[in-house]
């Protein structure tokens, strides 16, 4: 949330250059966004570029570094999106509490956590201090669809 006379969330992301994407819609037997209590669970966001998956595995055929990162990014903006269907404005967030970020990596690759802050970095843009998390990176060898990211989050959300 940000504090009063700040600007919104809404002219945050236009100053970022963030148009929200539509909300991917789940690919399996599973639902978007659970609202339990205060807390909004938004299930794992795939990395969508031009709506194509980006793939492959960190440490890998040029899959680098800087590449993970804008994954992680790019996951960020399907949660925000996630995030602003479940609850009709971004505006309702309180804090980000969490982030879960998985990287499929290869065994020698060990950046899971500086990948991951391509997600963590745009939250604390997005909503200021509220933005700042706990979070978990962890590598995986593989990911659904053969994405090279995923990251879910928990939000703690304002009352009406």
Known sequence: MLTP???TIASRL???GIALPRPAAP???YVPA???GS???ISGQLPFDDGQVMTGRLGERGADLAYGQRAARLCAIMLLAQIDQALGSLERVERIVRL???VSSAADFTDQPKVANGASELMEQVFGE???HARSAVGVPVLPLGAV???DAIVAVRAD
């Open 5 to 7: 006379g700040a600007m």
């Open 14 to 16: 236009a100053e970022l």
């Open 27 to 29: 690919v399996a037997a």
């Open 34 to 36: 659970v609202l339990a």
């Open 39 to 41: 807390l909004l669970h």
């Open 100 to 102: 879960g970020v998985f």
């Open 130 to 132: 509220a933005g700042r």
């Open 149 to 151: 990211v995923e990251v």
